[in-house]
């Protein structure tokens, strides 16, 4: 069988990165996208849809994971309407290419910043002296990657939990023959997905940047073939 696949592709522009008010006004998981993030996410599709076109062979099995957030939603939306309509250009005998489905996993959200979701960083330690301080503690000695929000997650926590979601991506390789995984998700979360997957260190992670919204980034087997697409 031909090696799993992962497409990995980041949320579009979110109404969360224009106006950092909008985490004090709604919960992480309810922030929309952006009108220029909703076009990003088609410009991704029409993409994919493209890739589907010129490497899909007649085994490849597709599967969309993703986030059950907002905004990892709204993409998966835009981007499988941007893959519709390259799809819709090509004869009957060529639309086998794009034949996929589509599933949720919430072991694929962004991380959780529990207390600190949405305060200001210079508002953090009057708010919460103790807990800052603890968190100030883990960062002063390069360890942002162990530090937990009080009453949320550290990027380890993250990486711990996408881990687990590969035993779902390998049974389906393995039982159903998918061998192709689209999934839509969160910067920190495909950091995380990488360095588990590639079997990287924490201190790659550090030094990874999280990918730009919309942007697409591709594993074939344990070939990274890094960004292959930005919108």
């Not at 960062?139 to 550290?154: D, K, T, V």
């Amino acid at each position: 069988m031909t090696p799993l696949k992962l497409i990995l592709i980041r949320h579009g522009e979110s109404e969360g990165n224009v106006d950092k008010k909008k985490h004090l006004e709604l919960a992480d998981h309810a922030i929309s996208l952006s009108q220029k993030g909703r076009q990003e996410a088609l410009s991704a599709g029409e993409w994919l849809g493209r890739y589907f076109l010129e490497n899909n062979m007649p085994d490849t099995r597709t599967r969309f994971w993703v986030s059950p957030y907002k905004r990892t939603r709204q993409t998966a939306d835009e981007v499988i309407r941007g893959i519709n309509a390259v799809a819709a250009q090509v004869g009957e005998e060529r639309k086998a290419k794009f034949l996929f489905d589509r599933r949720e996993h919430i072991n694929l959200v962004e991380q959780q910043f529990g207390l600190f979701d949405g305060i200001p960083e210079d508002e953090l330690s009057e708010r919460f002296p103790l807990e800052t301080a603890h968190y100030n503690k883990q960062l002063e000695h390069e360890g942002r990657f162990w530090a937990r929000m009080p009453l949320g997650e550290s990027r380890f926590d993250v990486a711990v939990r996408v881990h687990q979601a590969f035993g779902t991506f390998h049974r389906d390789y393995d039982k159903k023959g998918i061998n192709q995984v689209v999934i839509v998700s969160h910067g920190v979360t495909i950091r995380a997905i990488l360095m588990q997957w590639l079997h990287r260190s924490f201190e790659w992670f550090e030094q990874e940047r999280n990918p730009k919204n919309a942007s697409i980034h591709m594993v074939h087997g344990q070939d990274d073939q890094g960004c292959v697409f930005s919108p």
